[in-house]
């Protein structure tokens, strides 16, 4: 078992894909950190063995925000916008797509967080 930022990787996949089980580590991002450690991207995560500090290393010289402390940065923002009643932050405290989407057949996750948005 592989837990670099907090996560775990899944023992019997590529590492470029084991990377992106970590919060904030999309395909090409786990692609760069891969070169950038002189890592196969087709290494299974099991056989990784020390090149895992190789990893942790790249992504700590590099200072991506991963894991827990992203998702408060993302939660920090979105309470920002409600504080200063933004456009934005109305539809979030509305429960409403943010982005300009259309509502009126298509809108279904964003009713359904509606609910749950509207007690804060």
């Known amino acids: 078992m592989t837990i670099i930022a907090g996560s775990r990787l899944p023992d019997n996949k590529h590492i470029v894909i084991g990377l992106t089980h970590v919060h904030g580590i ?3 991002r786990a692609k760069d950190i891969c070169e ?9 995560v099991k056989d ?3 090149q895992v500090e190789k990893i942790r290393n790249v992504i700590s010289e590099k200072n ?5 402390s992203l998702k408060r940065v993302v939660n920090q923002c979105i309470k920002d916008k409600i504080t200063i009643r933004s456009y934005q932050g ?11 989407q259309k509502t009126q057949k ?7 967080r ?3 948005r ?3």
């Open 26 to 28: 999309g395909r090409s």
């Open 36 to 44: 950038l450690a002189k890592i196969n991207p087709e290494t299974k």
């Open 48 to 50: 990784l063995g020390d």
């Open 64 to 68: 991506y925000v991963l894991g827990t």
């Open 90 to 100: 109305r539809r979030l405290i509305l429960g409403l797509p943010v982005n300009g």
């Open 106 to 112: 298509n809108a279904k996750t964003a009713r359904k």
């Open 114 to 116: 509606r609910v749950s």
């Open 118 to 120: 509207r007690k804060d």
